[in-house]
C-alpha cells in the first residue's frame, strides 16, 4: 500500500511542478508520469519481495512456469494493457475542452472543434 501512495505522490508531484517548469506539454507529462508510476510500483514490489526474505532466482522459474499458462487465460488483459501504453507513447495530445451545439436556422446542429481553434464560419 506505501508502494502505491509513494508512487502517486511523485508522480503528481512530477506532473505539476518538475515537467511543467521544464516547459512539457500535458500530454507529455501525462505519459510520462504514467510510465514512471508503473515503474515505482514494479521496483517497489521487487524491494518488498526481497525485504522479507524470499528468493528472486526461484520466483522467476515458478512465475517462468506460470506466466506460460495463465498467459493464455488473460492474454486479452495483457494486449488491453500493451495497446493503452502504445496509445500513450504514439499519440500524446494535449487535453482540450470541446464545444459544438450551434443553431443554425433554428435547427440544431453538432459540430465538434475545441475552443483553442474554432471553426471558420
Given at each position: 500500500?506505501?508502494i502505491?501512495?509513494?508512487?502517486?505522490?511523485?508522480?503528481?508531484?512530477?506532473?505539476?511542478?518538475?515537467?511543467?517548469?521544464?516547459?512539457?506539454?500535458?500530454?507529455?507529462?501525462?505519459?510520462?508520469?504514467v510510465?514512471?508510476?508503473?515503474?515505482?510500483?514494479?521496483?517497489?514490489?521487487?524491494?518488498?519481495?526481497?525485504?522479507?526474505?524470499?528468493?528472486?532466482?526461484?520466483?522467476?522459474?515458478?512465475?517462468?512456469?506460470?506466466?506460460?499458462?495463465?498467459?493464455?487465460?488473460?492474454?486479452?488483459?495483457?494486449?488491453?494493457?500493451?495497446?493503452?501504453?502504445?496509445?500513450?507513447?504514439?499519440?500524446?495530445?494535449?487535453?482540450?475542452?470541446?464545444?459544438?451545439i450551434?443553431?443554425?436556422?433554428?435547427?440544431?446542429?453538432?459540430?465538434?472543434?475545441?475552443?483553442?481553434?474554432?471553426?471558420?464560419?
Amino acid at each position: 500500500m506505501a508502494i502505491l501512495v509513494i508512487a502517486r505522490s511523485f508522480t503528481n508531484f512530477l506532473k505539476e511542478n518538475l515537467l511543467v517548469k521544464l516547459g512539457i506539454d500535458e500530454g507529455n507529462r501525462e505519459a510520462i508520469a504514467v510510465i514512471i508510476g508503473y515503474l515505482i510500483v514494479a521496483l517497489g514490489v521487487i524491494v518488498a519481495i526481497q525485504s522479507i526474505g524470499f528468493n528472486l532466482a526461484s520466483f522467476a522459474v515458478v512465475a517462468g512456469g506460470l506466466g506460460v499458462g495463465i498467459g493464455f487465460g488473460i492474454q486479452d488483459l495483457t494486449t488491453n494493457f500493451v495497446s493503452g501504453l502504445t496509445l500513450l507513447l504514439d499519440r500524446p495530445r494535449e487535453s482540450r475542452r470541446l464545444r459544438g451545439i450551434r443553431r443554425i436556422n433554428g435547427n440544431r446542429q453538432k459540430n465538434l472543434h475545441s475552443i483553442d481553434h474554432p471553426p471558420n464560419h
